[in-house]
């Protein structure tokens, strides 16, 4: 079972404007980790917030996270053609196990 | 290249052969992961290692699964007697605990399993 629910589950944009997304998630985490995946390829890893910390930045990305509300958010900005894939959040136990939620599919049309 | 490896990238197969996929990690990570992802989905837990260690089994992973990692370096993943419904994306991704509780994980490209 997913851990977590991205929303949307898919956002179509123009190159130059801003895409966010949303992630809920249902248990007590020790951290929430931001995955990019390209069409049929693997997971690059793109930012990792620790569960004390509310928010991050990493170039044009921003996430925060808020634990009250087991949600967090990632924000691209200035979106490119290149940032066309598929966005997973992941939540960390205190193992190290990753579950992820189903992902938004991000289009960004020229 | 130093990052993670899987062989085969794509693997067909009728139903009811075994196959057997192979990841090598990132050489300093003594943890290894195992997910398979479907078609529209996010990538589902189904073991790990931490170092030659099998230290938890997803229940996803049923009797026909079986995943090693002799002396802490490689690992392979065995699937027998494959069913249509093991059709699926199988994602390896290596970690490492030295110095830190915050476990970013490296993830390969995949092995696409298709069983016909």
């Known amino acids: 079972s997913q851990q977590g629910e991205e929303d949307p589950q898919a956002l179509s944009i123009q190159e130059g404007e801003n895409a966010t997304m949303n992630c809920s998630y249902k248990?007590?985490?020790?951290?929430l980790q931001w995955y990019r995946q390209n069409s049929g390829r693997g997971l690059v890893h793109l930012i990792l917030?620790?569960?004390?910390?509310r928010e991050k930045h990493s170039g044009r990305l921003r996430v925060t996270l808020d634990t009250s509300k087991k949600s967090s958010s990632l924000l691209i900005t200035a979106s490119r053609a290149a940032d066309t894939a598929s966005y997973f959040c992941?939540?960390?136990?205190?193992?190290?196990?990753?579950?992820f939620g189903a992902g938004t599919q991000v289009v960004v049309t020229p | 290249d130093t990052g993670v490896s899987q062989n085969p990238r794509h693997k067909i197969t009728k139903r009811g052969q075994n196959v057997t996929f192979r990841c090598d990690p990132i050489?300093?990570?003594?943890?290894l992961y195992w997910y398979r992802q479907t078609l529209g989905q996010g990538p589902e837990f189904l073991t790990y290692?931490?170092?030659?260690?099998?230290?938890?089994k997803s229940r996803l992973l049923s009797d026909r699964f079986s995943a090693e990692r002799p002396k802490g370096s490689f690992s392979t993943l065995e699937i027998q007697r494959t069913e249509q419904g093991d059709s699926a994306m199988y994602l390896c991704?290596?970690?490492?605990?030295?110095?830190?509780?915050?476990?970013?994980?490296?993830f390969g490209p995949g092995t696409r399993l298709t069983v016909t």
């Open positions: 290692f931490q170092n030659e260690a099998q230290l938890e």
């Open positions: 917030i620790r569960s004390n910390e």
């Open positions: 991704a290596s970690s490492s605990t030295a110095g830190t509780v915050y476990h970013e994980q490296y």
């Open positions: 050489s300093e990570h003594n943890r």
């Open positions: 992941a939540t960390t136990d205190s193992w190290g196990k990753l579950q």
């Open positions: 248990t007590s985490i020790n951290n």
